[in-house]
């Protein structure tokens, strides 16, 4: 029942995430064509990847939580560490082009018109972003969807640009600073580009079967050190917001069957309340 919730949390997150994105995008591409602005353009084409990303984590998500089948015994959830990591390729791209444009135009600064309008837009742009990229955050944490929080990282980014692009309209306003405009387009590449990185490494790792968190790995361990449990040889590997884990446990060779399997359920429902989707193999070896 758990599940169906959050699966039915985590698809509707997404469909928030491909709305907002449309209708920002469609907004600054207009805004863009009549001030001639490259930061409101290269806005547009941050949210453009973010679309891009929330139409691909909205199919993600929607194939993760599928249970597993024959062909897939582990289950699908490594389509959100794939989805997230084609994420991390497209804000890459997209900011490679951002800072080439900017900087061809940094040494040909050109003519902002109507900046009111450019502000008034990105401030729209950022409080939607506000409200859309803190219920994806709230519910990639409840729900433990690496795809939700690489859709929120986007929309987060989007947010601060937006911020800074409005203070740069303000003094374009003000003091026709237009070098300001190639200024900001850059300061967003960059963001994107260390944005995109960090994504990157957080979900292609993932996909080589690293370990997971040290401290996940410690609570596993607690949980067998507070019954003096004796246990080696712990192995673990994330698959989307599934935690697949093998130990040993040491138990005295004539304790009855029924008590040993008693043990093992006691500790893998203990397991599942603090780690949820974990799917733990334990391996009983004689004391």
């Known amino acids: 029942m758990n599940n169906i919730m959050n699966n039915k949390s985590k698809k509707r997150a997404a469909l928030t995430s491909v709305l907002s994105n449309t209708t ?9 064509i009549y001030t001639g602005s490259l930061s409101i353009l290269s806005e547009a084409l941050h949210s453009l ?39 991390a390729l497209l804000i890459i791209f997209a900011a490679v082009y951002i800072l080439y444009e900017a900087i061809l135009r940094l040494f040909n600064p050109a003519p902002i018109d109507m900046p009111i309008l450019g502000i008034v837009v990105m401030s729209f742009s950022f409080i939607v972003n506000i ?55 850059i300061a967003v590449g960059v963001y994107m580009s260390v944005e995109g990185f960090i994504l990157l490494k957080k979900s292609f790792f993932p996909l080589m ?15 067998f050190q507070e019954r003096n449990l004796k246990i080696h040889d712990l192995k673990t590997r994330k698959s989307g917001n599934n935690i697949f884990a093998d130990i040993h446990l040491e138990l005295n060779s004539e304790m009855p069957l029924k008590d040993v399997h008693k043990i093992c359920d ?8 603090q780690l949820p989707g974990i799917e733990i193999n334990i391996h009983v070896e004689p004391l």
């Open 266 to 273: 006691e500790v893998e429902e203990k397991l599942k309340i």
């Open 49 to 87: 990847s973010d679309l891009l990303a929330a139409v691909i984590t909205f199919f993600s998500v929607r194939y993760s939580d599928e249970p597993p089948d024959s062909r897939h015994p582990y289950g699908h959830g490594k389509i959100e560490n794939i989805t997230a990591s084609i994420e």
């Open 24 to 32: 920002l995008i469609v907004f600054k591409i207009i805004v863009a």
């Open 209 to 223: 079967d690293v370990s997971i968190k040290d401290e996940e790995k410690q609570i596993i361990m607690n949980v």
């Open 131 to 185: 409200f859309v990229s803190s219920y994806l955050f709230h519910i990639s944490k409840k729900t433990n969807s690496l795809a939700l929080e690489g859709d929120a990282l986007h929309l987060r980014a989007d947010m601060y640009s937006s911020l800074a692009i409005v203070a740069g309209f303000i003094l374009i306003l003000w003091f026709k600073w237009y070098i300001i405009d190639s200024i900001f387009a």
